[in-house]
């Protein structure tokens, strides 16, 4: 039986450069058996451990509807980052989960779905995207919004041009600053992501909403998100940026009463409002 303590040998079998300084890992299980029968949830995260360097809280960007391969999308940011982004297919590293809650996929059947993604908040909620698109029948109106500094900075271009040209999902995309050739033709949008919310064509009493970002943002996003009407118990932000050991034990990530990698790292908004040093 799969022990999620242990961390398992996994081998680099592909990896993306999607902007300066992010890259998207994939990973197999040297255990065939693992391949199959490993298994998560949205918004979930696993401990990569890198050889020379240590363990690094990751939230998954791969959907559990597609199994055999682990995907996980890391900036580069301090010695544990660098030693990975050096790394090539083929290396071998550790990895041990998956840990945490998720978003609450169940009760979104039956309701519109909007998700709010901001920078390298898309990662994780790339998982909950293709999980429900690929259960679209299970779900009402979908829409993605995401938002970022420039085009240079977009995570999974060519992934969310296709998915804007799919009819079974509504896509917004805005920049902070429209300046370059590039900047134009990825979107005419200018400005705050929370500027996109009073675009969105839903009924908010019937729409679940899930949001991953700078935290900073949380309290902005929520507010416009209360304006416009949507309600404070269907919003759940992930807190996926605040991990250190994954099982409560550092502190690192205690928040009030509560520990982000075992309580969360998805929390309603109600969370992010009421607790101390949460955002």
Known sequence: MHDPFKPQKVRITDIEELAPDHKKFSFVFLEDELNEKWSHKPGQF??????????????ICSSPTRKGTIELTVRKVGRKTEVLHSMKCGDILGLRGPYGNSFPVD????HNVLIIAGGLGMAPLRSLVWY???????YKEVYLLYGTRNYEAVLYKDELRRLKERDDIRC???????ETEDDKAWTEKEGLITSLIPEVDLDPSDTYVAVCGPPVAYRFIGA???????????VFVSLERKMECGVGKCGHCQVGYK?????????PLWDTKNLPKMI
């Open 46 to 59: 696993v401990m990569l451990t890198v050889p020379k360097a240590g363990e690094i809280p990751i939230s």
């Open 107 to 110: 009760l979104m059947e039956g």
């Open 132 to 138: 429900v698109l690929d259960k679209r029948e299970k």
């Open 172 to 178: 917004l995309y805005i920049l902070d600053r429209v």
């Open 224 to 234: 416009e998100l209360i304006k416009n009407g949507y309600q404070e118990s269907k």
């Open 259 to 267: 520990f982000t990698c075992v309580d969360g790292p998805i929390f």
